[in-house]
């Protein structure tokens, strides 16, 4: 745990609410994500979580020196889509696997993820609400947390059963029906009147999530598009949520600026404190919740293991 932890904080120091998140995601990819033969990331990004989650080292790299459109941060654009100027160091011996290809529909993002040699054997720029560009059962396997993102979800299920080979295993985190109660200040995005504030932390995203919904209801989408669930975990309850809801998130752009104007001697300096603090913040939450037995009015998100019939 500490681990995956500390190389999140690592890459997102200045927004360390997402390094908590994350955790829990490589937590559950390491204890049932048990990724074979050809497969592939559907909605990969930069790469970094797919490749901690597979147990990749992040030796050095930090994500806020290669942003752009801090301008426009509020207004919700990708500061991360930009082409990389910095290097990324990074060791593959601890991996337990890696992907055939990783799709993902911005191509700053997929630059980003090519410098993860060793890890992603393709890549292709793509639109994931798209047809795909392989055969049918082409994939033993496959992995995306972006489903609940995509226009139409038994659309995009019946496409990724097409292109994944009988028994073969796909690997989803999603929504639960409670999930935009539990991240509040997503509800009801965009915020208006008194509560225009809001938008400093929503930035607009809540509107492109389009799919939250209880077990029942997302078991109902896999079995029309011909998968059964093998394993479900629920995760992400309250303590994880109320951290994550407020972060740093309304004042990141400021924040990323500051670091950005410091000698590397400062920041370095600066972003040792910030690790070292937020993990003794972090590490009692984790190990609180991460085994914890959770129900479908506690959590936020699911982790399915599906398998196509």
Known sequence: MNSYLSQLLQIHWLRPETALWRTFDCLLMEKYGNIVGNSIDLG?????????????????????????????????????????????????????????????????????????????????????????????????????????????IDTTLSEWHRIIKKDGKLFLLVPTARFKEKAWLYYSAPHTGDKKYLNYFDRGYGALIHHCYNTTQWKDHFNRNGFTIADHHLYLTNPVMDVWNLGTRPIAPLLINMANMLPEESRCVAKAEWVDYFSKFFTPIIEGEFDRQVTEAEASFHFFVLEKK
């Open 44 to 152: 990969s990004g930069d790469g970094t979580m797919s490749y901690l989650m597979a147990g990749g080292v992040i030796e050095d790299y930090d994500v806020f020196k290669d942003v752009g459109q801090l301008q426009n941060y509020n207004a919700g654009a990708d500061i991360h889509n930009q082409t990389p100027v910095f290097s990324l160091k990074h060791n593959n011996e601890k991996l337990r696997y890696n992907f055939e290809w990783g799709v993902d529909h911005k191509e700053g993002l997929i630059n980003k993820a090519r410098r993860f040699s060793g890890f992603y054997n393709n890549m292709a720029v793509h639109d994931l609400n798209e047809k795909l560009p392989f055969d049918d059962e082409h994939f033993d396997s496959a992995f995306s947390n972006i489903l609940y993102w995509l226009e139409n």
